[in-house]
Protein backbone atom coordinates (compact mmCIF):
# COMPACT_ATOMS: atom_id res chain seq x y z
CA UNK A 1 0.00 0.00 0.00
CA UNK A 2 1.73 3.12 -0.78
CA UNK A 3 0.22 6.72 -0.64
CA UNK A 4 1.48 9.42 -2.37
CA UNK A 5 2.15 13.17 -0.98
CA UNK A 6 -0.86 14.68 -2.41
CA UNK A 7 -3.21 11.58 -2.04
CA UNK A 8 -2.12 11.45 1.61
CA UNK A 9 -2.69 15.35 1.99
CA UNK A 10 -6.14 15.29 0.43
CA UNK A 11 -6.65 12.28 2.38
CA UNK A 12 -5.46 14.09 5.74
CA UNK A 13 -8.12 16.33 5.14
CA UNK A 14 -10.82 14.53 4.41
CA UNK A 15 -10.15 12.36 7.20
CA UNK A 16 -9.99 15.65 9.76
CA UNK A 17 -12.88 16.65 8.05
CA UNK A 18 -14.90 13.10 8.86
CA UNK A 19 -13.57 13.14 12.49
CA UNK A 20 -14.61 16.39 13.31
CA UNK A 21 -18.47 15.80 11.66
CA UNK A 22 -18.67 12.15 13.83
CA UNK A 23 -17.57 13.46 16.66
CA UNK A 24 -19.90 16.78 17.00
CA UNK A 25 -22.68 14.47 15.88
CA UNK A 26 -21.93 11.92 18.37
CA UNK A 27 -21.28 14.25 21.27
CA UNK A 28 -25.06 15.61 20.01
CA UNK A 29 -26.58 12.62 19.93
CA UNK A 30 -25.10 11.16 23.06
CA UNK A 31 -26.24 14.72 24.71
CA UNK A 32 -30.07 14.05 22.75
CA UNK A 33 -30.69 10.59 24.40
CA UNK A 34 -29.04 11.54 27.92
CA UNK A 35 -31.71 15.17 28.08
CA UNK A 36 -34.22 12.56 26.77
CA UNK A 37 -34.08 10.16 29.69
CA UNK A 38 -33.77 12.26 32.39
CA UNK A 39 -36.32 14.29 30.94
CA UNK A 40 -38.49 11.18 30.92
CA UNK A 41 -36.87 9.86 34.73
CA UNK A 42 -37.99 13.70 36.59
CA UNK A 43 -41.32 13.61 34.54
CA UNK A 44 -42.26 9.81 35.79
CA UNK A 45 -40.84 10.73 39.20
CA UNK A 46 -42.78 13.89 39.41
CA UNK A 47 -45.69 12.23 38.48
CA UNK A 48 -45.24 9.34 41.58
CA UNK A 49 -44.67 11.85 44.25
CA UNK A 50 -47.36 13.85 43.33
CA UNK A 51 -49.90 10.87 43.61
CA UNK A 52 -47.92 9.32 47.43
CA UNK A 53 -48.15 13.29 48.74
CA UNK A 54 -51.72 12.85 48.11
CA UNK A 55 -52.12 9.42 49.60
CA UNK A 56 -50.29 10.92 52.62
CA UNK A 57 -52.06 13.57 52.88
CA UNK A 58 -54.97 11.18 53.94
CA UNK A 59 -52.88 9.89 56.92
CA UNK A 60 -54.54 6.58 57.42
CA UNK A 61 -52.98 3.37 57.66
CA UNK A 62 -54.70 2.03 54.46
CA UNK A 63 -53.02 4.99 52.53
CA UNK A 64 -49.27 4.17 54.33
CA UNK A 65 -49.83 -0.14 53.17
CA UNK A 66 -50.60 1.63 49.74
CA UNK A 67 -48.30 3.86 49.25
CA UNK A 68 -45.96 0.88 50.03
CA UNK A 69 -47.36 -1.46 47.52
CA UNK A 70 -46.95 0.97 44.79
CA UNK A 71 -43.17 2.06 46.11
CA UNK A 72 -42.98 -1.44 45.77
CA UNK A 73 -44.60 -1.40 42.11
CA UNK A 74 -42.71 1.66 40.83
CA UNK A 75 -39.21 0.54 41.51
CA UNK A 76 -38.91 3.85 43.74
CA UNK A 77 -38.15 4.47 47.40
CA UNK A 78 -40.72 6.44 49.64
CA UNK A 79 -38.77 8.32 53.15
CA UNK A 80 -41.23 10.65 55.22
CA UNK A 81 -39.18 14.03 56.22
CA UNK A 82 -40.06 14.68 59.83
CA UNK A 83 -40.29 18.18 61.37
CA UNK A 84 -36.89 18.11 62.65
CA UNK A 85 -35.57 17.62 59.13
CA UNK A 86 -34.62 13.72 59.87
CA UNK A 87 -35.36 11.34 57.00
CA UNK A 88 -37.32 8.17 57.74
CA UNK A 89 -38.47 5.04 56.19
CA UNK A 90 -41.64 4.63 55.56
CA UNK A 91 -42.09 2.56 58.66
CA UNK A 92 -41.25 5.55 61.04
CA UNK A 93 -37.27 3.98 61.18
CA UNK A 94 -34.24 6.44 60.45
CA UNK A 95 -32.64 5.60 57.50
CA UNK A 96 -28.87 4.93 57.64
CA UNK A 97 -27.87 6.27 53.74
CA UNK A 98 -28.15 10.16 53.74
CA UNK A 99 -25.70 10.50 51.46
CA UNK A 100 -28.34 11.14 48.43
CA UNK A 101 -29.37 14.29 51.17
CA UNK A 102 -29.07 17.44 50.37
CA UNK A 103 -29.70 20.21 53.02
CA UNK A 104 -30.97 22.97 50.88
CA UNK A 105 -33.34 20.82 49.17
CA UNK A 106 -34.80 19.58 52.91
CA UNK A 107 -35.09 23.69 54.06
CA UNK A 108 -36.81 23.82 50.52
CA UNK A 109 -39.14 20.69 51.80
CA UNK A 110 -39.96 22.46 55.49
CA UNK A 111 -40.31 25.69 54.36
CA UNK A 112 -43.33 24.59 52.08
CA UNK A 113 -41.62 24.25 48.31
CA UNK A 114 -41.05 21.18 46.28
CA UNK A 115 -37.56 20.51 45.64
CA UNK A 116 -35.93 17.67 42.83
CA UNK A 117 -32.33 16.49 42.11
CA UNK A 118 -30.56 14.28 40.72
CA UNK A 119 -27.74 12.56 43.59
CA UNK A 120 -25.37 9.38 43.82
CA UNK A 121 -24.49 7.42 46.79
CA UNK A 122 -21.48 6.15 47.71
CA UNK A 123 -21.40 3.09 45.09
CA UNK A 124 -21.78 5.72 42.28
CA UNK A 125 -25.27 5.26 42.10
CA UNK A 126 -27.41 7.82 40.53
CA UNK A 127 -30.94 8.15 41.62
CA UNK A 128 -33.61 11.41 40.86
CA UNK A 129 -35.01 12.27 43.99
CA UNK A 130 -38.60 14.65 44.36
CA UNK A 131 -39.43 16.16 47.73
CA UNK A 132 -43.28 16.90 48.07
CA UNK A 133 -44.33 19.06 51.09
CA UNK A 134 -47.75 17.81 52.33
CA UNK A 135 -50.81 19.60 52.64
CA UNK A 136 -52.12 18.18 56.11
CA UNK A 137 -53.09 19.09 59.49
CA UNK A 138 -50.42 16.93 61.05
CA UNK A 139 -46.98 18.60 61.53
CA UNK A 140 -44.95 15.68 62.80
CA UNK A 141 -44.38 14.37 58.71
CA UNK A 142 -44.60 17.44 56.88
CA UNK A 143 -43.06 16.22 53.71
CA UNK A 144 -42.26 13.04 51.52
CA UNK A 145 -39.09 12.01 49.89
CA UNK A 146 -39.40 9.71 46.29
CA UNK A 147 -35.94 8.47 45.51
CA UNK A 148 -35.97 6.90 42.25
CA UNK A 149 -33.09 4.68 41.14
CA UNK A 150 -31.39 5.92 37.34
CA UNK A 151 -30.02 2.51 37.58
CA UNK A 152 -31.54 0.90 34.31
CA UNK A 153 -31.39 4.69 32.37
CA UNK A 154 -27.73 4.69 33.12
CA UNK A 155 -27.12 1.46 31.32
CA UNK A 156 -29.60 2.11 28.77
CA UNK A 157 -27.49 4.99 28.22
CA UNK A 158 -24.14 3.10 28.63
CA UNK A 159 -25.25 0.39 25.99
CA UNK A 160 -26.79 3.36 23.22
CA UNK A 161 -23.26 4.76 24.22
CA UNK A 162 -21.22 2.22 23.06
CA UNK A 163 -23.67 1.67 19.95
CA UNK A 164 -22.70 4.75 19.15
CA UNK A 165 -19.14 4.75 19.40
CA UNK A 166 -19.56 1.78 17.26
CA UNK A 167 -21.70 3.10 14.52
CA UNK A 168 -19.04 5.96 14.70
CA UNK A 169 -16.30 3.83 14.09
CA UNK A 170 -18.17 1.83 11.43
CA UNK A 171 -18.54 5.23 9.72
CA UNK A 172 -15.11 6.66 9.98
CA UNK A 173 -13.92 2.99 8.73
CA UNK A 174 -16.23 3.47 5.70
CA UNK A 175 -15.48 7.14 4.97
CA UNK A 176 -11.63 5.84 5.18
CA UNK A 177 -11.80 3.09 2.49
CA UNK A 178 -14.01 5.76 0.34
CA UNK A 179 -11.48 8.14 0.80
CA UNK A 180 -8.56 5.99 0.35
CA UNK A 181 -10.29 5.04 -3.69
CA UNK A 182 -11.09 8.93 -3.82
CA UNK A 183 -7.74 10.46 -2.81
CA UNK A 184 -6.03 7.88 -5.52
CA UNK A 185 -8.22 8.53 -8.58
CA UNK A 186 -8.05 12.20 -7.30
CA UNK A 187 -4.38 12.65 -7.14
CA UNK A 188 -3.87 10.28 -9.81
CA UNK A 189 -3.46 13.01 -13.10
CA UNK A 190 -1.14 14.92 -10.76
CA UNK A 191 1.30 12.50 -10.05
CA UNK A 192 1.23 11.14 -13.90
CA UNK A 193 1.56 14.88 -14.91
CA UNK A 194 4.23 15.22 -12.38
CA UNK A 195 6.15 11.90 -13.71
CA UNK A 196 5.62 13.34 -17.24
CA UNK A 197 7.55 17.17 -16.30
CA UNK A 198 10.21 15.37 -14.67
CA UNK A 199 10.53 13.11 -17.51
CA UNK A 200 10.62 16.38 -19.99
CA UNK A 201 13.39 18.10 -17.22
CA UNK A 202 15.17 15.57 -18.14
CA UNK A 203 15.29 16.20 -21.46
CA UNK A 204 12.48 13.39 -22.47
CA UNK A 205 9.69 15.42 -24.78
CA UNK A 206 8.48 12.55 -26.32
CA UNK A 207 6.15 11.73 -23.49
CA UNK A 208 2.51 12.46 -23.80
CA UNK A 209 -0.39 12.24 -21.19
CA UNK A 210 -3.53 10.33 -21.69
CA UNK A 211 -6.38 12.53 -20.60
CA UNK A 212 -10.00 11.68 -19.79
CA UNK A 213 -11.53 14.60 -18.94
CA UNK A 214 -12.07 18.08 -19.95
CA UNK A 215 -12.12 19.87 -16.24
CA UNK A 216 -9.19 22.12 -15.22
CA UNK A 217 -7.11 19.41 -15.03
CA UNK A 218 -7.71 17.98 -18.24
CA UNK A 219 -6.62 21.57 -19.70
CA UNK A 220 -3.82 21.70 -17.38
CA UNK A 221 -2.81 18.32 -19.45
CA UNK A 222 -3.40 19.62 -22.50
CA UNK A 223 -1.13 22.35 -21.85
CA UNK A 224 1.44 20.25 -20.73
CA UNK A 225 1.40 18.10 -23.64
CA UNK A 226 1.34 21.45 -26.06
CA UNK A 227 4.41 22.69 -24.01
CA UNK A 228 6.05 18.72 -24.73
CA UNK A 229 5.29 19.04 -28.52
CA UNK A 230 6.39 22.91 -28.67
CA UNK A 231 9.79 21.71 -26.93
CA UNK A 232 10.34 18.88 -29.28
CA UNK A 233 9.62 21.06 -31.82
CA UNK A 234 12.06 23.38 -30.66
CA UNK A 235 14.82 20.69 -30.38
CA UNK A 236 14.02 19.34 -33.61
CA UNK A 237 14.50 22.54 -35.29
CA UNK A 238 17.76 23.70 -33.24
CA UNK A 239 19.48 20.33 -34.22
CA UNK A 240 19.04 20.99 -38.06
CA UNK A 241 19.62 24.42 -36.97
CA UNK A 242 23.21 23.87 -35.78
CA UNK A 243 23.46 20.87 -38.70
CA UNK A 244 22.63 23.18 -41.09
CA UNK A 245 24.87 26.37 -39.21
CA UNK A 246 28.10 23.87 -38.97
CA UNK A 247 27.65 23.04 -42.66
CA UNK A 248 27.02 26.26 -44.48
CA UNK A 249 29.89 27.74 -42.46
CA UNK A 250 32.23 25.30 -43.26
CA UNK A 251 31.93 24.88 -47.05
CA UNK A 252 33.22 28.60 -47.14
CA UNK A 253 35.74 27.97 -44.71
CA UNK A 254 37.14 24.80 -46.62
CA UNK A 255 37.76 26.79 -49.80
CA UNK A 256 39.10 29.60 -48.16
CA UNK A 257 41.97 27.06 -46.54
CA UNK A 258 42.13 25.28 -49.70
CA UNK A 259 42.61 28.29 -52.05
CA UNK A 260 44.78 30.24 -49.13
CA UNK A 261 46.85 26.78 -49.02
CA UNK A 262 47.50 26.91 -52.81
CA UNK A 263 48.52 30.14 -52.86
CA UNK A 264 50.69 29.98 -49.60
CA UNK A 265 52.56 26.77 -51.12
CA UNK A 266 53.04 28.56 -54.29
CA UNK A 267 51.01 25.77 -56.53
CA UNK A 268 50.30 28.54 -59.20
CA UNK A 269 51.11 28.59 -62.88
CA UNK A 270 50.25 32.19 -63.51
CA UNK A 271 49.26 35.33 -62.73
CA UNK A 272 45.73 34.83 -63.73
CA UNK A 273 45.28 31.84 -61.73
CA UNK A 274 46.47 33.65 -59.20
CA UNK A 275 43.97 36.78 -59.36
CA UNK A 276 41.33 33.51 -59.50
CA UNK A 277 42.12 31.91 -56.76
CA UNK A 278 41.90 35.73 -55.10
CA UNK A 279 38.21 36.12 -56.50
CA UNK A 280 37.37 32.90 -55.45
CA UNK A 281 39.02 33.90 -51.53
CA UNK A 282 37.13 37.26 -51.92
CA UNK A 283 33.84 35.90 -53.32
CA UNK A 284 33.75 33.56 -50.17
CA UNK A 285 34.80 35.94 -47.56
CA UNK A 286 31.77 37.83 -48.87
CA UNK A 287 29.47 35.57 -48.46
CA UNK A 288 30.74 34.01 -45.20
CA UNK A 289 30.14 37.65 -43.95
CA UNK A 290 26.69 37.55 -44.93
CA UNK A 291 25.53 34.60 -43.64
CA UNK A 292 26.87 35.43 -40.73
CA UNK A 293 24.99 38.94 -40.60
CA UNK A 294 22.26 37.03 -41.37
CA UNK A 295 22.60 34.56 -38.50
CA UNK A 296 23.33 37.62 -35.92
CA UNK A 297 20.35 38.96 -37.10
CA UNK A 298 17.82 35.77 -36.91
CA UNK A 299 19.13 35.43 -33.62
CA UNK A 300 18.18 38.95 -32.68
CA UNK A 301 14.67 38.50 -33.83
CA UNK A 302 14.43 35.41 -32.22
CA UNK A 303 15.62 36.64 -28.82
CA UNK A 304 13.23 39.77 -29.66
CA UNK A 305 16.34 41.67 -29.68
CA UNK A 306 15.65 43.80 -32.30
CA UNK A 307 13.76 47.22 -31.91
CA UNK A 308 11.91 47.90 -34.72
CA UNK A 309 12.00 51.88 -35.57
CA UNK A 310 8.34 52.38 -36.83
CA UNK A 311 7.86 55.52 -38.63
CA UNK A 312 5.71 56.54 -41.30
CA UNK A 313 6.88 55.45 -44.70
CA UNK A 314 6.42 55.78 -48.42
CA UNK A 315 7.25 52.28 -49.90
CA UNK A 316 7.18 53.86 -53.34
CA UNK A 317 10.36 55.56 -51.87
CA UNK A 318 12.05 52.25 -50.40
CA UNK A 319 11.22 50.45 -53.66
CA UNK A 320 12.97 53.15 -55.66
CA UNK A 321 15.88 53.15 -53.05
CA UNK A 322 15.98 49.06 -53.27
CA UNK A 323 15.95 49.26 -56.89
CA UNK A 324 19.01 51.27 -57.14
CA UNK A 325 21.21 49.06 -55.23
CA UNK A 326 20.00 45.87 -57.50
CA UNK A 327 20.22 47.95 -60.39
CA UNK A 328 23.73 46.89 -61.42
CA UNK A 329 23.45 42.74 -60.84
CA UNK A 330 19.88 42.89 -62.69
CA UNK A 331 22.13 44.49 -65.62
CA UNK A 332 24.76 42.04 -65.43
CA UNK A 333 22.61 39.26 -65.99
CA UNK A 334 20.68 41.08 -68.67
CA UNK A 335 17.35 41.57 -66.64
CA UNK A 336 14.94 43.93 -67.46
CA UNK A 337 13.94 45.21 -63.70
CA UNK A 338 10.89 46.86 -64.32
CA UNK A 339 8.25 48.90 -61.12
CA UNK A 340 4.26 49.36 -61.84
CA UNK A 341 3.64 52.42 -58.91
CA UNK A 342 1.09 53.99 -60.35
CA UNK A 343 -1.38 53.28 -57.79
CA UNK A 344 -2.50 56.33 -54.94
CA UNK A 345 -0.45 54.15 -51.84
CA UNK A 346 -0.87 55.57 -48.40
CA UNK A 347 1.64 55.71 -46.34
CA UNK A 348 2.26 52.55 -43.77
CA UNK A 349 4.45 52.20 -40.32
CA UNK A 350 7.09 50.73 -40.62
CA UNK A 351 10.79 50.61 -40.04
CA UNK A 352 12.51 52.14 -43.19
CA UNK A 353 15.90 49.83 -42.81
CA UNK A 354 14.12 46.35 -42.16
CA UNK A 355 11.84 47.17 -44.86
CA UNK A 356 14.48 48.00 -47.61
CA UNK A 357 16.44 44.97 -46.51
CA UNK A 358 13.27 42.81 -47.00
CA UNK A 359 12.91 44.07 -50.72
CA UNK A 360 16.89 43.68 -51.25
CA UNK A 361 16.51 39.93 -50.08
CA UNK A 362 13.56 39.44 -52.45
CA UNK A 363 15.47 41.02 -55.56
CA UNK A 364 18.35 39.42 -54.88
CA UNK A 365 16.72 35.85 -54.67
CA UNK A 366 14.57 37.25 -57.85
CA UNK A 367 17.82 37.80 -59.54
CA UNK A 368 20.19 35.28 -58.12
CA UNK A 369 16.83 32.26 -59.79
CA UNK A 370 16.32 34.46 -63.28
CA UNK A 371 18.67 33.70 -65.82
CA UNK A 372 16.29 35.51 -68.89
CA UNK A 373 13.25 37.11 -68.63
CA UNK A 374 11.86 40.39 -66.25
CA UNK A 375 11.66 40.78 -62.48
CA UNK A 376 8.53 43.36 -61.49
CA UNK A 377 7.82 45.05 -58.65
CA UNK A 378 4.35 46.36 -58.03
CA UNK A 379 2.95 48.36 -55.76
CA UNK A 380 -0.82 48.06 -55.74
CA UNK A 381 -4.01 48.65 -53.44
CA UNK A 382 -6.17 45.95 -52.96
CA UNK A 383 -9.32 45.16 -50.15
CA UNK A 384 -7.04 43.43 -47.55
CA UNK A 385 -4.40 46.12 -47.63
CA UNK A 386 -1.80 47.20 -49.42
CA UNK A 387 0.49 44.87 -51.80
CA UNK A 388 3.86 45.05 -52.74
CA UNK A 389 4.80 42.23 -55.19
CA UNK A 390 7.98 40.54 -56.50
CA UNK A 391 7.64 38.83 -59.90
CA UNK A 392 10.30 36.68 -61.51
CA UNK A 393 10.41 34.80 -64.69
CA UNK A 394 13.20 32.39 -63.16
CA UNK A 395 13.17 28.85 -61.92
CA UNK A 396 10.21 28.72 -60.05
CA UNK A 397 9.46 26.27 -56.77
CA UNK A 398 7.83 23.08 -56.54
CA UNK A 399 4.42 23.30 -55.04
CA UNK A 400 5.34 20.14 -52.34
CA UNK A 401 8.33 22.49 -51.41
CA UNK A 402 6.65 26.01 -51.01
CA UNK A 403 5.58 25.71 -47.40
CA UNK A 404 9.08 25.27 -46.61
CA UNK A 405 11.19 27.65 -48.44
CA UNK A 406 11.03 30.19 -45.06
CA UNK A 407 12.73 27.45 -43.24
CA UNK A 408 16.14 28.58 -42.32
CA UNK A 409 18.73 27.27 -44.93
CA UNK A 410 15.93 25.61 -46.82
CA UNK A 411 17.09 25.21 -50.71
CA UNK A 412 14.95 24.16 -53.41
CA UNK A 413 17.67 23.67 -56.01
CA UNK A 414 20.15 22.04 -53.14
CA UNK A 415 22.32 20.64 -55.94
CA UNK A 416 23.43 23.95 -57.04
CA UNK A 417 22.86 25.61 -54.03
CA UNK A 418 26.62 26.82 -54.18
CA UNK A 419 26.26 27.90 -57.77
CA UNK A 420 23.57 30.16 -57.31
CA UNK A 421 25.06 31.86 -54.12
CA UNK A 422 22.77 33.41 -51.31
CA UNK A 423 22.98 32.15 -47.34
CA UNK A 424 19.43 30.30 -46.93
CA UNK A 425 18.47 32.83 -44.59
CA UNK A 426 17.23 35.18 -46.80
CA UNK A 427 13.48 34.54 -46.67
CA UNK A 428 13.45 33.83 -43.11
CA UNK A 429 14.34 37.10 -42.40
CA UNK A 430 11.62 38.24 -44.82
CA UNK A 431 9.10 36.65 -43.32
CA UNK A 432 10.10 37.26 -39.92
CA UNK A 433 10.70 41.54 -40.69
CA UNK A 434 7.26 41.22 -42.41
CA UNK A 435 5.38 39.77 -39.70
CA UNK A 436 6.79 42.11 -37.24
CA UNK A 437 6.03 44.74 -38.88
CA UNK A 438 1.95 43.28 -39.04
CA UNK A 439 2.42 42.41 -42.57
CA UNK A 440 2.11 39.11 -43.88
CA UNK A 441 3.70 37.09 -46.76
CA UNK A 442 2.18 34.83 -49.82
CA UNK A 443 4.01 32.97 -52.55
CA UNK A 444 2.87 31.90 -55.63
CA UNK A 445 4.89 30.01 -58.23
CA UNK A 446 5.76 27.49 -61.28
CA UNK A 447 8.35 25.53 -61.58
CA UNK A 448 9.99 26.92 -65.16
CA UNK A 449 7.69 30.13 -65.27
CA UNK A 450 8.62 31.97 -62.04
CA UNK A 451 7.93 32.95 -58.89
CA UNK A 452 5.92 36.21 -57.03
CA UNK A 453 6.13 36.84 -53.59
CA UNK A 454 3.24 39.22 -52.26
CA UNK A 455 3.81 41.19 -48.92
CA UNK A 456 0.05 42.44 -47.61
CA UNK A 457 0.26 44.99 -44.87
CA UNK A 458 -2.73 46.03 -43.48
CA UNK A 459 -3.93 49.58 -43.69
CA UNK A 460 -3.14 51.45 -40.47
CA UNK A 461 -6.29 52.66 -38.34
CA UNK A 462 -5.41 56.61 -38.30
CA UNK A 463 -5.12 56.57 -42.08
CA UNK A 464 -7.73 56.42 -44.36
CA UNK A 465 -7.86 54.12 -47.65
CA UNK A 466 -7.60 57.66 -49.89
CA UNK A 467 -3.35 57.79 -48.40
CA UNK A 468 -3.73 60.45 -46.30
CA UNK A 469 -2.79 60.75 -42.70
CA UNK A 470 -5.57 61.75 -40.15
CA UNK B 1 -4.32 2.08 -8.39
CA UNK B 2 -3.22 -1.63 -7.56
CA UNK B 3 -4.83 -4.58 -6.60
CA UNK B 4 -3.20 -3.97 -2.74
CA UNK B 5 -4.93 -0.64 -2.84
CA UNK B 6 -8.48 -1.93 -3.65
CA UNK B 7 -8.12 -4.55 -1.46
CA UNK B 8 -7.23 -2.61 1.35
CA UNK B 9 -9.88 0.12 0.79
CA UNK B 10 -12.89 -2.71 0.42
CA UNK B 11 -11.97 -3.98 3.32
CA UNK B 12 -12.02 -1.09 5.33
CA UNK B 13 -15.58 -0.59 3.87
CA UNK B 14 -17.13 -3.83 4.35
CA UNK B 15 -15.48 -3.71 8.20
CA UNK B 16 -17.20 0.10 8.35
CA UNK B 17 -20.43 -1.53 6.99
CA UNK B 18 -20.56 -4.18 8.95
CA UNK B 19 -20.21 -1.60 12.35
CA UNK B 20 -22.72 0.02 11.22
CA UNK B 21 -25.16 -2.57 10.77
CA UNK B 22 -24.43 -4.59 13.73
CA UNK B 23 -25.22 -1.39 15.65
CA UNK B 24 -28.06 -0.60 14.05
CA UNK B 25 -29.64 -4.19 14.35
CA UNK B 26 -28.88 -3.82 17.87
CA UNK B 27 -31.38 -3.66 21.14
CA UNK B 28 -32.59 -7.53 20.65
CA UNK B 29 -32.19 -8.25 16.66
CA UNK B 30 -28.60 -9.33 16.67
CA UNK B 31 -29.11 -11.95 14.27
CA UNK B 32 -27.77 -12.92 10.82
CA UNK B 33 -31.42 -12.40 9.17
CA UNK B 34 -31.64 -9.05 10.36
CA UNK B 35 -28.14 -7.97 9.47
CA UNK B 36 -29.17 -9.29 6.27
CA UNK B 37 -32.09 -7.94 5.62
CA UNK B 38 -30.95 -4.16 6.53
CA UNK B 39 -28.34 -4.70 4.29
CA UNK B 40 -30.20 -5.42 1.64
CA UNK B 41 -32.48 -2.23 2.47
CA UNK B 42 -29.39 -0.20 2.35
CA UNK B 43 -27.97 -1.92 -0.90
CA UNK B 44 -31.41 -0.96 -2.95
CA UNK B 45 -31.70 2.87 -1.18
CA UNK B 46 -27.98 3.45 -2.46
CA UNK B 47 -28.82 0.85 -5.57
CA UNK B 48 -32.07 3.18 -6.28
CA UNK B 49 -30.51 6.69 -7.08
CA UNK B 50 -27.17 5.37 -8.47
CA UNK B 51 -29.81 3.68 -10.87
CA UNK B 52 -31.29 6.68 -11.36
CA UNK B 53 -28.11 9.00 -12.07
CA UNK B 54 -26.77 6.48 -14.39
CA UNK B 55 -30.17 6.52 -16.55
CA UNK B 56 -29.94 10.46 -16.50
CA UNK B 57 -26.62 10.36 -17.33
CA UNK B 58 -26.57 7.75 -20.62
CA UNK B 59 -30.01 10.02 -21.43
CA UNK B 60 -28.12 13.30 -21.36
CA UNK B 61 -24.88 12.05 -22.90
CA UNK B 62 -27.47 10.20 -25.69
CA UNK B 63 -29.02 13.89 -26.21
CA UNK B 64 -25.89 16.00 -26.36
CA UNK B 65 -24.53 13.64 -29.09
Redesign the interface.
Known amino acids: ??MNRIGLKLGAVFIALIIVILLSLGIAVDRLFTNFYNEQMRSDTREIAAHFAAMAESNDTFSQSMIRAFAEFSEVRVFWLSADGKVQTLSGKSHPDRSWIKADATRRLLSGHPAEYQASDAQGHHFYVVGQPLKTSQRTRPAIYIVSSMKKIDASLQ?LRN??I??G??????????I??MS??LS?PLLDMQKMTEKMAQGDWDVRLRIGSNDEIGRLGHSINGLAASLQRYRDTRRAFFSNISHELRTPITYLQGYAKVLSDGFVDSDKEKKQYLSIIYQESVRLEHLIRDLFDLAKMEEGQTTLVREWLDLKEVIQTAIQKVKLKAEKKRLSLQTNLHDPIPFIRGDRKRMEQVLLNLLDNAIRYTEKGNILVQLTRKKEGIVLSVSDTGIGIPKDEVPYIFDRFYRVEKSRAREYGGTGLGLSIVKKYVERQGGKVQVDSEPGRGTTFRLIFPYEEKQGQDGTKS | ??K???F?????????????????D??GHESFLTFGITFFKVCMWTACPVILFVILYIWFVYRRK
Open positions: MTRLLLSLGAFLLALGMLIKLR | MKMDWFSLFLIIIGLTCLFFSAAF
